[in-house]
């Protein structure tokens, strides 16, 4: 049977998308931006199928460890399957095979990474069955945004901007990053982004959080272009907490960061203070914290990892 694959980068926001303007669309509330994870990749292969419906099966390549979807997230990987195909007016069925090349179960959002693959893949399918010309890169990450909004960022690299239905590379002097996330949890997190998306509507902070977004964004940009890096961190770090702020303070309220969080992040604060230098630090919607060095600060990574993490955390 016919088959095709493609791959897609996860990315990392610095500045968050955290509440939607409409959530059939997933049109953001806010502009973001994010850094692209080259390293941390999904990958998608179709395959032409005789059953009467689309089916998902974990991807055996590599020989990286199978991903077990949970079928809820089987559903919603067919249903963006299925809503491409409409879109491109293709009536027949497929095999869908997915996989990470980072170990499943790491507490990494790959939603990410996996929607851009699985729109990227079935493009390529469904232009090499129909003869028709590839859409544009923007239309591409225009149709990803449908299937979890935060992968259409993964269509440009390193940096994304994405502002309502606009998705743009921008440029920024950083452009090879070294990228780490300290895994504090494994464990399925009980509230997906998708649900947080909706909970922080109640939260007192939302009315004013387009409007603080907005101005971290230009914050950021203006101090990146810079080369203003402890300004950028100084942004970055209130950004993460602005969104988790509006997890704790929503109706019924939740929150990702547990106690072994808050102590990593006393400990890289503390960092920050002896060295008057560090990593960006950012955490998504979970318990792991993420971190972006510039390319010279490569020994100051490893001094963190041995001074400060002693073992006690994976870091990926
Ligand atoms: C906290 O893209 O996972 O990671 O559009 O419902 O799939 P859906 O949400 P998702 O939200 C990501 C939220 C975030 C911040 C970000 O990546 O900007």
Not at 169 to 182: D, K, M, Q
Request: charged share 20%; aromatic share 12%.
């Amino acid at each position: 049977m016919q088959q095709w694959l493609d791959e897609a980068p996860s990315n990392i926001a610095l500045i968050k998308y955290m509440g939607k303007k409409n959530s059939e669309t997933n049109l953001p509330e806010n502009p973001s931006l994010s850094y692209t994870i080259e390293h941390l990749k999904s990958q998608v292969v179709l395959e032409l199928s005789d059953n009467p419906y689309d089916s998902w099966e974990p991807l055996k390549l590599n020989c990286a460890t199978l991903i077990n979807l949970s079928s809820e997230a089987q559903e919603r990987f067919l249903k963006h399957l299925v809503y491409l195909k409409n879109y491109f007016k293709i009536k027949i069925n497929f095999i869908v095979r997915s996989n990470n090349n980072f170990p499943h179960s790491s507490g990494i959002a790959s939603s990410a990474s996996s929607f851009a693959a699985l729109t990227k893949c079935a493009i390529k399918a469904f232009c090499s069955l129909t003869k028709e010309s590839m859409p544009t890169i923007e239309k591409q990450a225009f149709l990803s945004r449908i299937g979890s909004g935060s992968s259409c960022r993964s269509f440009f690299s390193p940096w994304a901007l994405w502002d309502e239905d606009k998705i743009t590379s921008i440029t920024i002097p950083y452009h090879a990053l070294h990228h780490e996330v300290i895994i504090i949890s494994r464990n399925k997190k009980s509230i997906s982004s998708s649900l947080a998306h909706k909970l922080i509507k109640t939260s007192p902070f939302y009315k004013g959080r387009s409007a603080r977004a907005s101005t971290n964004l230009k914050e950021l940009i203006q101090s990146l272009t810079n080369k203003n890096w402890e300004d950028a961190y100084k942004i970055c770090w209130q950004e993460f907490q602005d969104m988790h702020q509006l997890f704790s303070s929503c109706r019924e309220s939740f929150t990702y960061i547990n106690d072994d969080s808050k102590t990593v992040l006393n400990q890289l604060q503390e960092f920050w203070r002896t060295e008057q230098d560090g990593p960006i630090i950012t955490m998504d919607a979970g318990p792991n914290i993420h971190l972006l060095y510039r390319a010279d600060q490569l020994e100051l990574a490893n001094e963190f990892r041995k001074f400060y993490l002693k073992g006690n955390f994976d870091v990926l």
